[in-house]
């Protein structure tokens, strides 16, 4: 289940870019069960794949079914928060952008059914979001050494120091914030 953060101002925005990769997929039901050990395997197996080649020929597809899968199961909550990825939801030249935003969200769910004993650990959370971000970043940069992002740089530069997860913290405190239970509208009512 994706969910925003209350303080999110680009809750809206991200909705809708999001919504473009799950427009075309069918939803799976708006009422289902909890996600089935098949899907979570596959859902870990397509982060990873997208991770490491962002721009394969099947990743569109890839990116609808797993963004749809996590808006439609009820048992896995990845949050949307305000943070150093924002730049990239505001920049509609870069093809890349919202492609690496959206990592964030895959990330965080892989994380999620890997570590569930840490699902509440909104900073290991929000962490693995940008590893995933990095990952492919890393991968779209093999394909063209001209696509750096001066965001993604830094957060690459402070994974290297030791220092994402203190980066996390500090830049993206309000999303430990207590939160009323409520999602977001879904990426079908911002189309």
């Given amino acids: 289940m994706l969910r925003s953060a209350p303080e999110d101002p680009h809750v809206l925005r991200i909705l809708i870019a999001a919504a473009l990769l799950a427009a075309a997929a069918p939803s799976l039901a708006a009422e289902r069960g909890p996600s089935t050990p098949e899907e979570r395997k596959r859902a870990v197996e397509t982060t990873?794949?997208?991770?490491?080649?962002?721009?394969?020929?099947?990743?569109?597809?890839?990116?609808?079914?797993?963004?749809?899968?996590?808006?439609?199961i009820p048992d896995i909550h990845v949050t949307s928060c305000q943070g150093p990825l924002d730049p990239l939801l505001k920049d509609e030249e870069?093809?890349?952008?919202?492609?690496?935003?959206?990592?964030?969200?895959f990330g965080m769910a892989?994380?999620?059914?890997?570590?569930?004993?840490?699902?509440?650990?909104?900073?290991?959370?929000?962490?693995?979001?940008l590893e995933s971000v990095l990952r492919a970043y890393q991968a779209l940069l093999?394909?063209?050494?001209?696509?750096?992002?001066?965001e993604l740089e830094r957060l690459a530069k402070a994974r290297k120091a030791?220092?994402?997860?203190?980066?996390?913290?500090?830049?993206?405190?309000?999303?430990?914030?207590?939160?009323?239970?409520?999602?977001?509208?879904?990426?079908?009512d911002a189309i």
Avoid at 48 to 72: G, M
């Fill in 142 to 150: 093999k394909s063209d050494p001209e696509a750096t992002r001066p």
């Fill in 110 to 129: 892989a994380f999620q059914i890997e570590n569930p004993k840490k699902e509440k650990d909104w900073v290991a959370v929000q962490t693995a979001g």
């Fill in 48 to 72: 990873r794949k997208l991770e490491r080649h962002p721009l394969a020929r099947s990743s569109i597809e890839a990116r609808r079914w797993l963004f749809q899968w996590i808006v439609d």
């Fill in 94 to 105: 870069d093809t890349f952008a919202q492609l690496l935003y959206v990592q964030s969200v």
């Fill in 162 to 188: 030791g220092k994402l997860r203190a980066l996390v913290q500090k830049e993206m405190a309000k999303c430990g914030e207590p939160q009323e239970d409520q999602m977001g509208p879904l990426p079908s």
